[in-house]
């Protein structure tokens, strides 16, 4: 916490505004806004629910086809199946460890031709489904990292797919000078508990559509028709935030910039001090392009140069009361979607066997640092 966020909460509990919706939603939006770059943004309670309204939103149905990054978190590909629409998995590039364009758009030739094969397709989709373009693509900027949007929406725009940025994990990254989630027809923002500010729980819709957002914020609070009795006209949802959490989020971003700076700090600091340890390799910013928060600093290891593996260092940090998790297990090996078309070319794979998420909380002390640094020497044997 910055210090800052019960100021907020108190106005929420002294005017009474304790239910979702009131004065602290409203600013909190507009705050937003001005932190991120967007024109219009919807508070609500979680990613989750962005990610599920934005593809309700772009027409998404039983049946349907959407891209999604397979190195993720299974939020970000689970609301298309709440749609019962089917995800196609596309793989990550070196670079970034992020969706790879290329691959992307060999996904998007092979789910529209009839023949159906291509160069790293693990599995095909259902016949039903030849001959039809995905209706939209989901890319997450994994860890912070943002991804390559010049030519992923390059891609997308030649097809006239729209595109959804999963920026849950960089909110304040970068990419050629613009915030991300900002480079596509919608953004999505989280704001979990480990995430870089938090509400203790909600997400954002964020896009440059009025209109798009405006019916956002309509579903997401049971789609109640304008009248003086409840009617409704369609499915809604109870997806909005409340003013309480709301009024967290405002004190979170009068210090979002501090904890950015202090993410990088720590990765700095991890780079410095396995600099010389042979086999360990960090995600990095590929050139000036990009701007990653650094919201976990993630490495990958050698085990024949570096003596150690990842499973042997985080069991040796874990022995000692330091967390540290493998990196996320690609959706296209995830047993929930192992049925899933889905483009691979190894990269998440390698990353998955091979990576650690080091801790990276901005309330790390220098005790902290201390001992994280004699642990991970002692695990790498230097």
């Given at each position: 916490?910055?210090?800052?966020?019960?100021?907020?909460?108190q106005?929420?509990?002294?005017?009474?505004?304790?239910?979702?919706?009131?004065?602290?939603?409203d600013?909190f939006?507009?705050?937003?806004c001005?932190?991120?770059g967007?024109?219009h943004?919807?508070a609500?309670?979680?990613?989750?629910?962005?990610?599920?309204?934005?593809?309700?939103?772009?027409?998404?149905?039983?049946?349907?086809?959407?891209i999604?990054?397979?190195?993720?978190?299974?939020?970000?590909?689970?609301?298309?199946?709440?749609?019962?629409?089917?995800?196609?998995?596309?793989?990550?590039?070196?670079g970034?460890?992020?969706?790879?364009?290329?691959?992307?758009?060999?996904?998007?030739?092979?789910?529209?031709s009839?023949?159906l094969?291509?160069?790293?397709?693990?599995?095909?989709?259902?016949?039903?489904?030849?001959?039809?373009?995905?209706?939209?693509?989901?890319?997450?900027?994994?860890?912070?990292?943002?991804?390559?949007?010049k030519?992923?929406?390059?891609?997308?725009?030649?097809?006239?797919?729209?595109v959804?940025?999963?920026?849950?994990?960089?909110?304040?990254s970068?990419?050629?000078?613009?915030?991300?989630?900002?480079?596509s027809?919608f953004?999505?923002?989280?704001?979990?508990?480990?995430?870089i500010?938090?509400?203790?729980g909600?997400?954002?819709?964020?896009?440059?559509?009025?209109?798009?957002?405006?019916?956002?914020?309509?579903?997401?609070?049971?789609?109640?028709?304008?009248?003086?009795?409840?009617?409704h006209?369609?499915?809604?949802?109870?997806?909005?935030?409340?003013?309480?959490?709301?009024?967290?989020?405002?004190?979170?971003?009068?210090?979002?910039?501090?904890?950015?700076?202090?993410?990088r700090?720590?990765?700095?600091?991890?780079r410095?001090?396995?600099?010389?340890?042979?086999?360990?390799?960090?995600?990095?910013?590929?050139?000036?392009?990009?701007?990653?928060?650094?919201?976990?600093?993630c490495?990958?290891?050698d085990?024949?140069k570096?003596?150690?593996?990842?499973?042997k260092?985080?069991?040796?940090?874990?022995?000692?009361?330091i967390?540290?998790?493998?990196?996320?297990?690609?959706?296209?090996?995830?047993?929930?979607?192992?049925t899933?078309?889905?483009?691979v070319?190894?990269t998440?794979?390698?990353?998955?066997?091979?990576?650690?998420?080091?801790?990276?909380?901005?309330?790390i002390?220098?005790?902290?640092?201390?001992?994280?640094?004699?642990?991970?020497?002692?695990?790498?044997g230097?």
């Open positions: 916490m910055g210090g800052g966020e019960m100021k907020y909460v106005e929420a509990f002294d005017t009474n505004w304790i239910a979702p919706l009131g004065p602290n939603v600013a939006e507009k705050e937003l001005s932190a991120v967007a024109k943004v919807a609500l309670s979680s990613g989750t629910a962005a990610i599920h309204l934005s593809l309700i939103l772009l027409g998404v149905r039983p049946g349907d086809y959407v999604g990054s397979s190195f993720t978190f299974s939020a970000t590909v689970n609301p298309i199946a709440y749609l019962g629409a089917t995800p196609v998995l596309v793989d990550s590039e070196p970034t460890w992020n969706m790879d364009p290329v691959l992307l758009e060999k996904a998007i030739v092979g789910l529209k009839e023949g094969r291509s160069e790293g397709q693990v599995r095909q989709p259902a016949d039903e489904g030849r001959g039809r373009l995905p209706k939209a693509i989901i890319v997450a900027h994994l860890y912070g990292m943002p991804a390559r949007m030519e992923i929406m390059e891609v997308a725009d030649k097809y006239g797919i729209p959804v940025e999963d920026a849950a994990e960089a909110l304040g970068e990419y050629m000078g613009r915030r991300v989630g900002c480079n027809r953004g999505i923002l989280s704001f979990n508990g480990n995430k500010i938090t509400t203790s909600g997400g954002a819709l964020i896009s440059d559509d009025e209109a798009m957002i405006d019916r956002a914020r309509y579903l997401a609070t049971q789609a109640r028709d304008p009248a003086p009795h409840y009617q006209s369609t499915i809604g949802y109870n997806y909005r935030m409340s003013n309480v959490v709301a009024g967290v989020g405002r004190g979170q971003l009068e210090v979002l910039d501090r904890h950015i700076s202090r993410h700090e720590i990765n700095a600091w991890y410095e001090l396995l600099k010389d340890v042979p086999g360990v390799t960090f995600q990095s910013e590929p050139s000036p392009d990009f701007y990653s928060n650094y919201w976990l600093t490495i990958v290891i085990p024949e570096a003596g150690t593996d990842r499973e260092l985080r069991l040796t940090m874990e022995a000692e009361m967390e540290s998790r493998p990196l996320w297990k690609p959706m296209h090996m995830q047993p929930v979607f192992a899933c078309p889905a483009f070319n190894g998440s794979e390698a990353l998955f066997t091979d990576g650690l998420c080091l801790p990276s909380g901005s309330n002390t220098s005790d902290d640092r201390k001992r994280i640094a004699e642990v991970i020497r002692r695990g790498f230097v």
